[in-house]
């Protein structure tokens, strides 16, 4: 995935009526630790790394790209957003578009946390790069995110099957700036 192209990073704190997405900081390596630890957040991304891998790699302060966000809760870490570029889709469809991803700590599951922080940073996508498409790509089994998906208006594009289950491509239609 390649950079958003011209966009300022990292931009201001965006803030909702409960959260805060903001770059990531050096506190933020154990909650990014256990994200990509979690058997629960992999079940649908092909499973968890070792937390051993994890603490032996990953740097005392969490890489910092942009279109990445670390969804803040009351001041601590409770997930990511992720806005990329898709140069490498594995899908013609969604290649060379920006793709949306997220990953929540199981204990932040069930209180539309991922639907208000999403809808931030595709608020924030908006204002930036007007105009663009997102996709999303999620397993068909993965219910809560094709809720999500549908709740933050991507409509499907296709179906295919790729690590051994069914996948769904979304695409929001950009956004166009008002006159």
Known sequence: ????????????????????????????????????????????????????????????????????????LNGAMIGQILLRRATGHRRPAAAGKVDLGYLFLPRAWGFGYAAEACAAALAWFDGVLPGEPVVLTTQTANVGSMRLAAKLGFTEVERFQAWDAEQWLGLRSPVMPSA
């Open 1 to 72: 995935m390649t950079e958003l192209g011209s966009v300022t990073w990292p931009p201001a704190p965006i803030k909702t009526e409960r959260l805060v997405l903001r770059e990531s900081e050096g506190r933020d390596r154990a909650v990014f630790i256990e994200l990509l630890a979690s058997p629960e957040v992999h079940t649908y991304l092909g499973g968890p790394r070792p937390r051993s891998e994890l603490e032996r790699e990953m740097p005392g302060a969490p890489e910092r790209s942009p279109g990445s966000f670390v969804v803040d």
